[in-house]
């Protein structure tokens, strides 16, 4: 699938911009993986994937404990989407193949 390997993603945020790491792997419509973070990493959960639409969830304790819903398409060597935080609303994120 166009989604499965490693990304490298900047996501804005209200504390400004922020670097993560991303690797997915697709099964079906089923989308697993690790998300990392200032030297953190941790699986992503109830991830899925339609085509080029993707969306995937994962829960962070740095700054504070969050849940942060990803959603985006794939196209090519880039994805790019929204993150919602929660209360704070949703803000977008960019990034590219590894």
Known sequence: ????????????????????????????????????????????????VNGDSVAWKVSITNPMPLTLEFSGQVSGDGISGEMGIGPMGSFPFTGTRA
């Open 1 to 48: 699938m166009a989604v499965d390997g490693n990304w490298n993603l900047t996501m804005t945020t209200p504390m400004g911009e922020r670097k993560a790491t991303l690797s997915l792997t697709s099964t079906g419509g089923t989308l697993t993986g690790t998300q990392g973070a200032d030297g953190n990493s941790t699986d992503i959960f109830d991830g899925t």
